[in-house]
């Protein structure tokens, strides 16, 4: 019996993960619990438990009278008489351990000692697998599709199911049973019926992770990632900066023949990725997250946070994009609040002049400048 109860502990430590010391703890309260069922109280029952051979002992601690007519509390006291029986050296006054036989249990009593280590194995197993996924909270995990609860998606996650609600799916993405997709970890709460765990599709932190995952150079710290801004499902502006002089930080994340970029564009579902260079400078930082708009000047003001910029006519709709993209991913991107205009609406803005946007020489070598009293500045 003995031998057969240790493959039970060792058989749940392997497969739930819960120590044997735990369920040790669990197999002494239930048996605690059966003596109170059984007795009616248990504030003198000991119970002892080889850790090593299983062989287990239920005693209660009885003090010695001397004789049964002394005896007030059959759990608590116990005659000369009987004493001896147990221990020939037993005198009054002795407290002496009194074994408690498990199989005289009755049925009631025998349940209530199982639905105790049922229990606590349950409650252990809630435990693993909490403290397993809390670990992975703010990562990426991959899933397996299960199934769809009415607008929301159920996903398996190996020993738990995440909940993938409809505000944290990208719009238009549409999901096979048995489908393997990424998802990222937003939070792991601890609940009576489990860990309930809640996933995202649209958080920038998954395009994040994911180049961390991808990008070799990212995840040993030579190149940073200094700023996101996503727009989920449609587009994705990420800034990017090497402590290394000798690496191209930008390069490093799209890969050779764009491999790298291309993988985890493969795994949004073609979201597409501006990976650009983080710059100190605020003027370079705008005009590095405009791109692909080409930019004639920009001017910055670190303490407002706001920047005016001046395009060429034809660049104003993609330094824009479509539906203000561009620019509003740009302006999330670098935190400042930026103004576009293109050359014309610059030139006819009042007050307007090109040295306040660009230097001394820049503004020489600018085509059309005349001279310094034929400046632009409105008429």
């Known amino acids: ?31 605690l619990t059966a003596c109170k069922n059984h007795f009616g109280k248990a504030d003198n029952v000991k119970v002892e438990i080889d850790r090593d051979t299983c062989d287990f002992l239920v005693y209660a601690e009885k003090e010695v009278v001397p004789t049964k007519d002394d005896v007030e509390d059959d759990c608590l006291q116990i005659s000369l008489e009987d004493a001896q029986k147990i221990s020939a050296k037993a005198s009054v ?42 670990e992975k909270e703010r990562d990426v995990v991959t899933g397996i599709v299960q199934r769809y609860v009415g607008k929301n ?58 180049f961390e995952a991808e990008v070799t150079e990212i995840k040993d710290g030579t190149v940073e990632i200094k700023s996101i801004a996503r727009e989920a499902g449609s587009r994705t502006k990420i800034a990017v900066w090497s402590n290394n002089p000798d690496v191209d930080a930008v390069g490093a994340c799209v890969g050779m023949n764009g491999a790298r970029v291309n993988a985890i564009v493969e795994e949004l579902r073609g979201e597409k990725i501006d990976v650009v260079n983080w710059d100190e400078n605020p003027g370079n930082l705008i005009q590095n997250a405009l791109s692909p708009a080409k930019i004639v000047a920009v001017f910055a003001d670190p303490d407002e946070k706001t920047a005016k910029v001046v395009v060429p006519d034809y660049q104003l709709s993609l330094a824009i994009g479509k539906e203000g993209q561009n620019a509003r991913l740009a302006a999330r991107l670098t935190g400042y609040k930026i103004d576009i205009k293109s050359e014309t609406q610059a030139k006819d803005a009042p007050g307007f002049r090109y040295e306040d946007y660009i230097d001394d020489e820049e503004y020489e070598e600018y085509e059309g400048y005349e001279g310094e009293d034929a400046g632009y500045t409105e008429q």
């Not at 003995?2 to 703890?25: H, P, R, V, Y």
């Open 93 to 134: 006054g002795d407290v002496i351990h009194v074994e408690i036989k498990s199989k005289e249990f009755g049925r009631i009593a025998t349940q209530n000692a199982k639905n105790v280590i049922l229990q606590k194995i349950r409650e252990e197993e809630r435990s693993v697998i909490f403290n397993q996924y809390f």
């Open 153 to 210: 998606i159920s996903i398996n996650l190996g020993k738990a199911d995440a909940l993938l609600t409809e505000a944290e799916q990208v719009k238009g993405e549409v999901f096979r049973p048995t489908e393997r997709i990424k998802v990222y970890v937003h939070e792991v709460k601890n609940t009576p019926k489990g860990p309930r765990i809640s996933v995202s599709r649209t958080h920038p932190e998954l395009v994040k992770r994911l």
């Open 1 to 31: 019996m003995n031998k057969e109860l240790m493959e039970a502990l060792d058989i749940l430590e392997k497969e739930k993960e819960i120590s044997k010391e735990t369920l040790f703890e669990a197999i002494e309260n239930s048996l």
